[in-house]
């Protein structure tokens, strides 16, 4: 037997891979991993493809210093538009949007820190509306709350929590320092004493190795993650990282297989930049990932919903929720 199925067969009765045997992993070749993360994604997950759509409920001015992110106040890359915490109204009116296009699940992300306890009990109003007005699923992206912000929230009627945690503890200080790794770690603990599922990925193409992007999952999946969003880096003109090179597909493919392994019952879910990639993410479909965050993104540009949907069919998709 070899390395790839003996550890498709941990994969799939132990509930994942060791660290040393995914960094073995990678360096095998890709059509044999991809296929085989393929089928532990169809025995642990089924046809189910979990899709979610964003809105950038918060823009702009935000006083982190990720060095990804056009919103942050510190770079030149500011976007072209910033505004505070968007009305109920606006954000029901999305929600509908989405709802009515088969979307399942409806995050509100904020820029910032965090919200303030005034922006989270608006926030809360919005979500009892959308909950009563539509049957689409919340989740929110409110930054670093704590464990009584997020009961209000849960109470209000959201489900999940998305906290990113973007790389490894050992890289993360190269991507960001106003806030703290374990910061994010005590966001997602805490949301999850709340009642609430957890969303927790990150970014590849920063700089990291592949030893980081492995590390990201294995810590996710000792926080009890189930849902990990997979970005790739968009590198933005005024950014720190704005001259980094994209990820190819292959590369994508690669990572999106290794984290199959690593978690086999998660919604492996690809999120930015999907759509540098020349098949817009077909191929990652095809090597583990049955997840996806559709539409545009924050500030950039995504797919359409209506393509999504169609390439969920042709895949042999079906659209649902995939919670713990």
């Known amino acids: 037997m070899g390395m790839v199925e003996e550890l498709k067969q941990k994969a799939l009765q132990q509930g994942g891979i060791s660290r040393e045997e995914a960094l073995a992993l990678a360096e095998a070749p890709l059509e044999e991993l991809a296929e085989a993360a393929e089928e ?12 979610c759509t964003i809105v950038n409920g918060k823009c702009g001015r935000c006083s982190e210093d990720c060095k990804y992110c056009a919103q942050s106040a510190h770079y030149q890359a500011r976007c072209t538009e910033a505004y505070g915490l968007l009305p109920t109204e606006k954000l029901l009116e999305g929600a509908r949007h989405n709802a009515q296009q088969g979307v399942l699940r409806y995050s509100i992300v904020t820029s910032g820190r965090k919200l303030s306890d005034q922006e989270v009990d608006q926030a809360c109003e919005s979500i009892r509306v959308i909950c009563r007005e539509t049957g689409i699923q919340v989740c929110v992206s409110f930054g670093l709350l704590g464990e009584e912000q997020f009961h209000k929230i849960r109470r209000a ?8 945690l973007e790389s490894s503890a050992r890289f993360f200080p190269q991507v960001c320092t106003t806030h703290t790794y374990q910061e994010k770690i005590e966001t997602l603990k805490a949301a ?3 009642g609430l599922s957890v969303c927790s990925g990150g970014i590849l193409g920063l700089g990291e190795t592949m030893e980081d992007r492995i590390d990201m999952v294995l810590t996710a999946r000792e926080l009890g993650v189930k849902s990990i969003p997979v970005n790739l880096l968009n590198p933005i003109p005024g950014t720190p990282y704005e001259n980094n090179q994209p990820l190819t597909s292959q590369e994508a493919r690669r990572c999106v297989a290794l984290f199959r392994f690593l978690i086999p019952e998660a919604a492996i879910r690809l999120a930015g930049g999907r759509g540098l990639l020349g098949d817009r993410g077909r191929g990652c479909f095809q090597s583990g990932a049955n997840a996806a965050i559709s539409g545009d993104m924050l500030t950039t540009a995504g797919i359409t919903v209506g393509t999504d949907m169609q390439m969920i069919e042709e895949l042999g998709f079906e659209a649902g929720l995939c919670d713990e």
């Open 40 to 51: 532990i994604r169809r025995k642990k997950c089924g046809k189910k493809f979990d899709i």
């Open 192 to 194: 999850r004493r709340a």
């Open 157 to 164: 009627g959201a489900s999940r929590v998305h906290c990113n």
